[in-house]
């Protein structure tokens, strides 16, 4: 049983500057994840009257999901140090579930059945919210700090199923993002953290967990060096207990 993830995105952003504190921001991204799930040679077993049905089963599911988000965004600037933003963002989702299904048939006389489904999702729709600060401090002949912090959420979104067409759900999301670095002379501390929580439907919950450090030597001119260690944890609350993985 294998699994295959192939993800596409566009971004397109704009922003208008209004004197020296305040900026409006317009972006456009669509992203076109695919996923496809393959397992060949499973046993198949059908139980009908009079005799049962044994064989090997080849399926193939592709899901694939196209997501466009048209969002707003505002920044303002205080005292020359201090940055606040806000934002929302309207997102569309849209996709189509494909099934392609071989039955090897041995017993009681073999035979070969293939079926091919393609059917939609119910089109989803829901609102993110942004919100951000930061502040910066110090000139560049000098140390210099900056630290900025921004959270993305989500909220849960489910459609029925109607008609011939699939149900659709959207889990609930949080996407936190800090940023913290110091700069002396030419040499650069920086440390970067982004966490991202997903709440399943059925009350479970995962997160993932990436941190950056680095030492960088970054002159106003010529040569420049870094250095960065990385790390991903991705944790998952289930019923059963909890699962890290690292």
């Known amino acids: ?25 317009i972006g456009y991204s669509s992203i076109n994840l695919t996923t496809k799930s393959i397992s060949k ?4 077993l059908a139980t009908t009257v009079p005799f049962n049905i044994y064989g090997t089963l080849d399926n193939e599911e592709v899901v694939e999901k196209t997501t466009n988000a048209i969002g707003v965004t505002a920044s303002l600037r205080l005292a020359e140090i201090f ?23 041995t017993v009681p006389a073999p035979s070969t059945i293939v079926t091919d489904k393609t059917e939609d999702y119910v089109e989803n729709s829901w609102t993110n919210t942004l919100i951000g600060f930061g502040i910066m401090l110090g000139e560049p002949d000098d140390v210099q700090f900056r630290a900025e912090y ?17 149900a659709s759900a959207h889990h609930a999301t949080t996407h936190t993002f800090a940023t913290v670095e110091v700069k002396w002379n030419n040499i650069l501390l920086a440390y970067q953290s ?16 990436t941190t950056l450090m ?12 870094s250095l960065y260690s990385f790390n991903r944890v991705i944790t998952s609350e289930t019923a059963l207990g909890e699962v890290k993985v690292n």
């Open 194 to 209: 982004e966490v991202e929580t997903e709440a399943e439907l059925n009350d479970e919950e995962s997160e993932t967990k």
């Open 41 to 44: 040679g499973s046993n198949y």
């Open 150 to 166: 921004a959270s993305i959420t989500s909220p849960e979104s489910e459609k029925e199923a109607e008609g011939d067409k699939l």
């Open 214 to 225: 680095g030492l960088g030597w970054q002159p106003l001119e010529g040569f420049t060096a």
């Open 1 to 25: 049983y294998n699994v295959y993830k192939e993800e596409k995105e566009k971004k397109l952003n704009l922003a208008y500057v209004l004197g020296e504190t305040l900026s409006i921001g």
């Open 83 to 105: 940055f606040l933003a806000a934002g929302m963002e309207q997102v569309t989702e849209n996709g189509t579930h494909k099934t392609d299904r071989t039955v090897v048939i």
